[in-house]
C-alpha cells in the first residue's frame, strides 16, 4: 500500500507541472522587468526554415552564409560582443528546442541565448495593393521570429512572434512605375532582414 500511495502521489506531481508549464503562446511578448542592456555577450542561435518554392542547393547553402555574414556585420556595427554564432538549416515543422543553445550559452558564459529565425517563402506577391498600378510578380520573402532566454534560468524575456515585423520582400516595388521597380540581391534582402530583428531585439 505505501508503495502504490507513492506513484500515485509522484504521477499527481507530475501532472501537476506539467498543467502549470506554460505553453510558447502563454508567455508574455517581453518581461516587465527586461532591459535590451542586460544582453551584453549573448549567443546568437539562428537558423533558416524553407517554405513554399524551390531553392537549389547551392542557393540554400548562399542564404545560410548570408545570414551568418550579415549577423555578424551587424552585431559588430552595435558593438554587442556575441560570445558565438551559430546558423543552421531548420529541419522539419517541429518547434525550436532552446535547449543547445542555452546549453551552448551556460558553456561560454553568456549572459542570453538569442535564438532567431528567418522563414523563407516564394512564389506571386501582389505588390502596390490601394493603387491604381497594383501588380503581381513572383518574389522571395523573409518573415523574422525570435526569442532572448536568459542563461541562468531559462526564462523567456523577449518574443518576436510571427507577423510582429514588416517582411522583407526581395522586390523594391516603384509603384509610380512598376516597371521601374528593382529587385534587391539575397544579400541585401538578408542583410536588410537581420537589422530589422536586431533593432527590435534591442529596443529599449
Known sequence: MPRVLAIVALATLITA???????????????????????????????????????????????????????????????????????????????????????????????????????VSRGPQVFCQGTRKRFQANATRWEQTAEVVRASDGNVRLRVVPGSILPVVDLDADCDNPRDSRRLTTSEAVADAVKRILTRLLAQ
Open 17 to 119: 507541472c506539467a498543467e502549470t508549464a506554460p505553453r510558447r503562446e502563454m508567455i508574455p511578448l517581453r518581461a516587465s522587468d527586461f532591459r535590451a542592456s542586460e544582453m551584453r555577450q549573448p549567443v546568437v542561435f539562428a537558423q533558416i526554415r524553407f517554405g513554399p518554392g524551390d531553392y537549389s542547393g547551392e542557393e540554400r547553402k548562399s542564404m545560410e552564409q548570408e545570414l551568418e555574414g550579415a549577423l555578424l556585420e551587424e552585431l559588430n556595427a552595435r558593438a554587442l560582443l556575441a560570445k558565438e554564432v551559430r546558423v543552421s538549416v531548420a529541419r522539419g515543422d517541429a518547434e525550436r528546442d532552446p535547449g543547445p543553445a542555452l546549453a551552448r550559452a551556460r558553456e561560454l558564459g553568456a549572459d542570453h541565448a538569442v535564438l532567431a529565425e528567418l522563414r
